[in-house]
């Protein structure tokens, strides 16, 4: 079959060009471009090696009655943890819309993402703020708040996401945040992270091949 | 058969030349819509510049949208430890090239709206008031679209 398509093209007006070499070298090339199409689909996410693991990390769920949740999924799904803030006009929701789509294009294999936003500005996003903006996007999300601010440390590092918040003379706030969606396993692993423009399509397939290894 | 489509140019140059005060043309102006608990939303859209650079100098909405509107820009910044940070900071202005483009969207520059007055909900739409340095004063429809 490869060799039948570099036949293809050196029968083309440019086939002069077209030397031994040359045709040795693209018949190995699209050879192996078809041997890639298929083995094991790969991760388009950021892998990081060893994966973190964050299965101790427990934070309040202020959507659950403030019970302690524990940052690891249940059997045969993914979580995907976030840290944001809920007056983040741009970063934050263009985030959990894209993984809202990714999630819906799973079809019946959504319901085996969960998701949990842990807010790094829990003086401003109170218990029902965080609860409403997570849930506006998914319907069972997690709203993680605490007002110890070493328990938020400890979880931000953990992920190795990182936050900052300082007030202003004229008492604007002003926050920075990790814009990265995490994706952990029932182990309690960092699977793969995706950063901020990572489109739906490719959280889409990456969702499949974690959900696979799941089951 | 040449002459015809001499005449057809020269038309669209004279369409072209009348379009937009000062030429500046803004395209696809939206919003997204706003969660629940949300008091801030962004608006997005492409400003294209005209035969001279300009800057947006000022954007502004009715109070029945939102108390507040700012230029802002969302960027990626380190913290002390090296960690990938993104920051949104506001902006005085935003440079429009001529004959160029400057683009509002997600993760750079956009438009914030500050204490919504109301929800921003799909089928709604509002106008922003964009005040150049040298342009004329352009009045855009935002579109508010599902996320």
């Known amino acids: ?215 | 058969m040449r002459r015809g489509l001499l005449l057809v140019l020269t038309l669209s140059a004279l369409v072209a030349a009348c379009s937009g005060g000062g030429g500046i043309e803004v395209d696809d102006p939206w919003a997204r819509t706003s969660a629940s608990s949300q008091n801030n939303g962004a608006v997005y859209m492409v400003i294209k510049g005209g035969d001279t650079a300009d800057r947006l100098i000022e954007v502004s909405v009715p109070t029945s949208v939102a108390a507040v509107t700012q230029i802002h820009e969302s960027m990626m910044t380190e913290d002390e430890d090296g960690e990938d940070m993104m920051m949104m900071q506001e902006v005085g202005s935003i440079d429009i090239p001529a004959d160029g483009e400057a683009v509002l969207e997600p993760g750079g520059f956009h438009i914030m709206l500050m204490q919504l007055a109301e929800p921003l909900e799909v089928g709604n739409e509002f106008t922003v008031t964009l005040t150049f340095e040298t342009a004329d004063q352009v009045d855009v429809t935002v579109e508010i679209r599902e996320g």
């Not at chain 1, 819309?97 to 019946?108: I, Q, W």
């Not at chain 1, 814009?179 to 952990?184: E, F, T």
Request: aromatic share 8%.
């Open chain 1, 1 to 215: 079959m490869a060799s039948l398509r570099a036949n293809d093209s050196a029968r083309r007006p440019l086939g002069g060009v077209l030397t031994k070499p040359f045709l040795f070298i693209s018949t190995l090339v699209l050879a192996s471009v078809l041997l890639g199409a298929c083995s094991e689909p790969t991760l388009g996410g950021m892998v990081r090696t060893p994966e973190p693991y964050v299965g101790d990390v427990s934070l309040p769920d202020a959507s659950d009655g403030e019970r302690d949740f524990l940052t690891i999924a249940e059997e045969n799904e993914i979580l995907v943890v976030y840290f944001g803030y809920t007056q983040c006009p741009d970063i934050c929701p263009t985030t959990m819309s894209d993984l809202r789509k990714a999630v819906e294009d799973l079809g019946r294999d959504g319901d085996r993402v969960d998701v949990a936003f842990i807010t790094v500005d829990p003086e401003r996003d109170t218990p029902e703020h965080i609860t409403g903006y997570v849930q506006s996007f998914f319907d069972d999300g997690h709203a993680l708040r605490t007002e110890d601010v070493a328990r938020l440390e400890k979880a931000v590092l953990s992920y190795g996401a990182a936050f900052s918040i300082t007030t202003d003379a004229d008492g604007t706030v002003e926050v920075g945040h990790s814009a990265l969606l995490y994706a952990v396993d029932s182990t309690g692993h960092i699977l793969v992270q995706w950063p901020f423009g990572t489109l739906p399509e490719d959280m889409t397939n990456d969702l499949k091949i974690l959900l696979r290894k799941e089951t």
